[in-house]
């Protein structure tokens, strides 16, 4: 059974990098088959996509996010991680990794997620 | 970037229920549209892909049905564990995005 495990600090400080990393455990990061992605939530609000990667280190981000987030993957680990730079009150949010089907960019296994709270 | 709407945004039903909940793009995105449920403090889980394929283990009274701009997942009969919010999805191009939820609680 693929399992997914967020890890990386709770609380920032306005203006850190958020760093994030996630385990899989069950499967591997080198498939194929998939992408893994990265999604946020805000308290009490929708879902956001912040980018995904392939095993081969070929990001894409959303372009809102994309000047400051970097994705990357390490097979050796069987990680891929996430880093946000200069957060905001506004990066307030459960983040969630996810695997990602390639053919149709659908979210199949979730992480449980991990809130980070930005406060001064 | 697509846009993706929902409605209604929260409707209140009782267990047997048949629940119908719409999505619709601001542009066409074929069949490119999945479903996930999500419960209070849980990470979505994916109900339906490609708009109308039933993820494996996912129970036979979720169906989705649609293409292009206009999407619909139904609940037949509503079970007392659906109760939750659910969100489309468009996988037609980047960024990915998702809908705002539409939250289905008790009556």
């Known amino acids: 059974q693929l399992q997914l495990q967020e890890s990386g600090p709770r609380l920032m400080k306005p203006s850190e990098t958020l760093s994030l990393t996630c385990t899989v455990s069950g499967g591997s990061v080198s498939s194929s088959t998939y992408y893994w992605g990265w999604i946020r939530q805000p308290p009490g609000k929708g879902l956001e996509w912040i980018g995904s990667?392939?095993?081969?280190?070929?990001?894409y981000y959303n372009p809102s996010l994309k000047s400051r987030v970097t994705i990357s993957v390490d097979t050796s680990k069987n990680q891929f991680s996430l880093k946000l730079s200069s957060v905001a009150a506004a990066d307030t949010a459960v983040y969630y990794c996810?695997?990602?089907?390639?053919?149709?960019?659908?979210?199949?296994?979730w992480g449980q997620g991990t809130l980070v709270t930005v406060s001064s | 970037d697509i846009q993706m709407t929902q409605s209604p945004s929260s409707l209140s039903a009782s267990v047997g229920d048949r629940v119908t909940i719409t999505c619709r793009a601001s542009?066409?995105?074929?069949?490119?549209l999945n479903w996930y449920q999500q419960k209070p403090g849980k990470a979505p889980k994916l109900l339906i892909y490609?708009?109308?394929s039933l993820q494996i283990g996912v129970p036979s009274r979720f169906s989705g049905s649609g293409s292009g701009t206009d999407f619909t997942l139904t609940i037949s009969s509503l079970q007392p564990e659906d109760f939750a919010t659910y969100f489309c999805q468009q996988g037609y191009g980047t960024p990915l995005t998702f809908g705002p939820g539409t939250k289905v609680d008790i009556k």
């Open positions: 990667i392939y095993y081969s280190g070929s990001p």
């Open positions: 490609a708009a109308s």
């Open positions: 542009q066409s995105i074929s069949s490119y």
């Open positions: 996810a695997r990602q089907y390639s053919g149709s960019f659908l979210f199949d296994y």
